[in-house]
């Protein structure tokens, strides 16, 4: 059941994905990553016989909620101030491989904007991150060196985010960036769109106040301009990052 918690990660995010970040008037708020696996369950499902997904226990749905702390308390490739940021979140996956469906969230809650800036770097940050915290899970991956440690980032980690009060900011880190594109396979990536079809990486942003201007063009806002919408092809943004960078001044 692990390999499933894993394909978001191991895929380097090639699913759709939404990104949704509230921030309160308080400060306070929660991030969440949306990632919709069906395409991929779907896939699998029909490179697989009937016996092979009764074997990985793959043949009746599946609906859980995890808490990360027990697995993040015990990861020795996450630092402890990546801990504290990551540990309050929670996991909900849900899978029935008959019905081809596959929906895995992750939701963190945060106090403040200075802890939600943490969040950002340690999930961002080599040694902290989801993909080291469910190699843990897994009982190896990319801590242990094991399959894991060979796979694409995720595509989120090539930004920097910031946010500070009126001032939201999201920017590609060129040195992540060129880490990342140093692993993209185009033909691979090719392969992958004709199998799967369009895929798209949505970012959702709702603030307290209503927004003032956006730098992205294509960035929608919604009837009270307290949320900005911005969408773009996940496999395009991965040779043209940039069409995911966002200022909002609100």
Same mark, same amino acid.
């Given at each position: ?6 394909l978001p990660l191991g895929m380097a ?74 540990? !309050?979140?929670?996991?909900?996956? =849900? ?11 992750? +939701?963190?809650?945060?106090?403040? =904007? ?6 950002? !770097? ?13 190699g843990n899970m897994s009982g190896g ?9 060979? +796979? ?25 960036? !060129? ?48 949320? +900005? =919408? ?6 395009? =943004? ?13």
């Open positions: 059941m692990l390999f499933i918690i894993l995010s090639c699913m759709d994905t939404r990104e949704e970040l509230e921030i309160k008037k308080d400060g306070s708020g929660s991030l969440m990553m949306k990632t919709d696996m069906s395409k991929m369950v779907e896939l699998m499902k029909n490179f697989s016989s009937d016996s092979d997904i009764q074997k990985q226990g793959l043949d009746k749905p599946f609906d859980t909620t995890m808490l990360l702390k027990s697995y993040i308390d015990t990861a020795q490739s996450v630092p402890a101030d990546k801990k504290a940021a990551l540990r !309050e979140g929670l996991l909900h996956l =849900t899978l029935s491989v008959k019905d081809n469906v596959g929906k895995l969230d992750v +939701v963190f809650p945060f106090d403040n =904007t200075d802890q939600l800036s943490k969040l950002y !770097e340690s999930l961002n940050a080599g040694t902290g991150g989801l993909k080291n915290m469910m991956g990319s801590q242990s060196g094991g399959p894991d440690s060979d +796979v694409l980032p995720q595509i989120t980690a090539i930004y920097d985010v910031s946010v500070k009060k009126g001032l939201y900011s999201r920017k590609v880190n060129k040195q992540r960036y !060129e880490v990342f594109s140093q692993t993209m396979k185009p033909d691979q990536l090719k392969q992958m769109g004709s199998m799967m079809g369009p895929m798209n990486y949505t970012l959702v942003v709702t603030l307290p106040q209503s927004i003032k201007k956006t730098s992205n063009a294509k960035a929608v806002l919604s009837k009270d301009k307290k949320t +900005v =919408t911005l969408q773009a092809d996940l496999l395009e =943004t991965f040779e043209h990052p940039e069409l995911l960078e966002l200022d909002i001044e609100y």
